[in-house]
């Protein structure tokens, strides 16, 4: 059994918590709570050294020796107890900090005994062992990714697609020892691959001595999530992949862009995606920044650019109104290219994330010694123009990024020796023998124009753009060229014209629906509209 076919029956299980009421978004955050107690007790039984978090009498075990209402209850108890630390005569039986973080206010919203017992029949039938060669992580993340793919709400407002998050990582090249941090870090996909690619790279760190493993499991990840619920996913995250954090866990409950995001150390690398959107409500900045918005994403811009060492790699996901609103948006990007090089921007396609109208770019950039003049140069990599619309039907994978990483280099600071002239996806997704020779052409004359890969100066940003970084140049195919449109009265006149056929057939099909006094109501009324008199005649 495959690591998708378990987590499609774990996805399968929200069928019963819809059957007890329980709301679409609310599934994952229902349901891990039962999970984590039954991942805890299979790493007990199939891990060397691996001791109970949960106090006795709240462990996996002790569920399954229940049925029916004693059965709820005895969950509520749980839940109640794994809150508070406390049983119920008030004596202490959790003092583990991540234990009571990861279940802080948690509750139940089932009402069905049969429910309950259906959910952990059901968990304890799966085939763990296939579970534990893939990982209970890499389980739990699937779990976390099918939610995310699947609502267009919840925990899918927090995800970053996995191939994004590993090119990302690729690119940037996370070491071990290096302090890691993404001040909103959702369910804490950047820290976790961040963590994969370095145990990849250090035989899962026992290249390292004993102190340097420890330290990378409690120090090297810092994460701030604003949402309860999704911090409860990301600590659980974290614990499942073996990364602890400090006393708190690796992701702290509170707001980047408030005290908690100004007392955090500086980092060598940080990773982050901030949520789209205003600052209405949560994330407002309640702490000062040198250039005062209420544009949250050039709040976090901020935050991230001062929270490096000199030095210190970033890359963060931002909509294009950060690379063009004017004001404040253009002091903020001065101030970025003045204190660190800003080296690379990846314009990503349209319709990889939840909110699918939003345009995206990736900014990559290194903080510089001293705070003038850092950015010489900035390499910009056009994924949008004539891609696919990427959702369900056409997935948005890593093969689509890897003409960037090749491009991008092998050093992490992007300071790799970079050639213009890049034609991968242009004209050929089209898939015709014109299409590919279109493309072999474009390739053998080395138009600029049609390559995804070019680099403009800092005195051409300053200069031609205002200091924009909304830089576009390949001409869109399903454009219309101006200069060969026809003279607007001709635009017009047509335009009419298919109006009037369009109202014409819709006349007609109200008729044949029996609708015809409606028509005519709708008819008279446009009349009125148009100041045509007489609409009857």
């Not at 075990?61 to 109640?80: E, M, P």
């Not at 927090?158 to 090249?173: A, E, V």
């Not at 340097?212 to 974290?238: F, H, S, W």
Request: aromatic fraction near 8%; proline fraction near 4%.
């Amino acid at each position: 059994m495959t690591k998708n076919d378990i987590v499609q029956k774990l996805w399968n299980l929200c069928d019963i918590l819809r059957d007890d009421g329980i709301n679409y978004s609310h599934y994952v955050t229902e349901l891990v709570l039962l999970l984590f107690m039954k991942m805890e007790n299979e790493q007990v039984l199939n891990l060397n050294n691996f001791d109970h978090r949960l106090p006795e009498g709240c462990r996996w075990a002790d569920l399954k020796k229940k049925s029916g209402v004693n059965l709820l209850n005895d969950y509520k108890r749980i839940l109640l107890t794994l809150s508070t630390g406390k049983d119920a005569d008030g004596k202490t039986v959790v003092t583990d900090p991540l234990i009571l973080a990861i279940y802080n206010d948690a509750q139940t919203s089932l009402r069905e005994p049969r429910h309950l017992e259906q959910l952990i029949k059901s968990l304890d039938q799966i085939d763990w062992f296939s579970a534990q060669q893939d990982g209970l992580g890499d389980l739990y993340e699937g779990l976390l990714e099918k939610n995310a793919n699947e609502t267009k709400s919840g925990a899918g407002q927090y995800f970053t697609p996995r191939p994004l998050i590993d090119s990302i990582i690729r690119c940037i090249k996370p070491q071990a020892g290096e302090s890691i941090q993404d001040p909103a870090a959702g369910t804490a996909g950047f820290l976790i691959a961040s963590d994969r690619y370095i145990k990849d790279q250090t035989d899962d760190l026992y290249d390292l001595p004993p102190k340097e493993q420890k330290r990378q499991r409690k120090e090297c990840y810092i994460g701030i999530e604003l949402v309860p619920d999704t911090r409860r996913l990301a600590l659980m995250n974290c614990l499942l992949h073996g990364m602890e954090g400090g006393p708190e866990g690796a992701v702290l409950l509170g707001n980047a862009l408030g005290q908690q995001g100004e007392m955090l150390p500086k980092a060598n690398v940080i990773l982050s995606n901030p949520p789209f959107g205003t600052a209405k409500g949560g994330g407002r900045p309640t702490r000062a920044f040198t250039h005062a918005t209420a544009n949250k994403q050039l709040n976090f811009l901020q935050h991230i650019y001062s929270g490096l060492k000199p030095g210190g790699r970033a890359a963060v996901v931002l909509p294009d109104n950060v690379l063009f609103e004017a004001g404040v948006g253009t002091d903020v990007r001065r101030d970025l290219m003045d204190k660190c090089n800003l080296h690379t921007i990846l314009r990503l396609p349209t319709g990889i994330f939840y909110a699918q109208g939003v345009k995206t770019n990736v900014l990559f950039f290194t903080r510089g010694e001293s705070d003038e003049g850092n950015t010489k140069n900035v390499w910009v990599y056009d994924l949008r123009t004539n891609m696919p619309s990427f959702g369900k039907r056409t997935p948005f994978g890593d093969a689509h990024l890897k003409p960037f990483e090749t491009v991008y280099g092998d050093n992490p600071d992007g300071s790799s020796k970079r050639t213009e002239g890049e034609w991968s996806f242009i004209s050929a997704t089209k898939g015709t023998k014109e299409s590919q020779k279109e493309l072999r052409d474009f390739a053998a004359s080395r138009d600029m124009e049609e390559s995804r890969w070019r680099c403009f100066s800092r005195e051409w940003i300053r200069d031609t753009k205002g200091d924009s970084l909304d830089i576009s140049w390949i001409k869109d195919s399903d454009s219309v060229d101006a200069a060969s449109l026809p003279e607007p009265d001709v635009l017009a006149a047509e335009a009419m014209s298919e109006l009037t056929e369009a109202l014409r057939e819709l006349d007609g099909l109200m008729t044949a629906l029996g609708c015809a006094d409606e028509a005519e109501a709708q008819k008279t009324m446009l009349a009125e509209v148009l100041g045509l008199g007489g609409a009857e005649e």
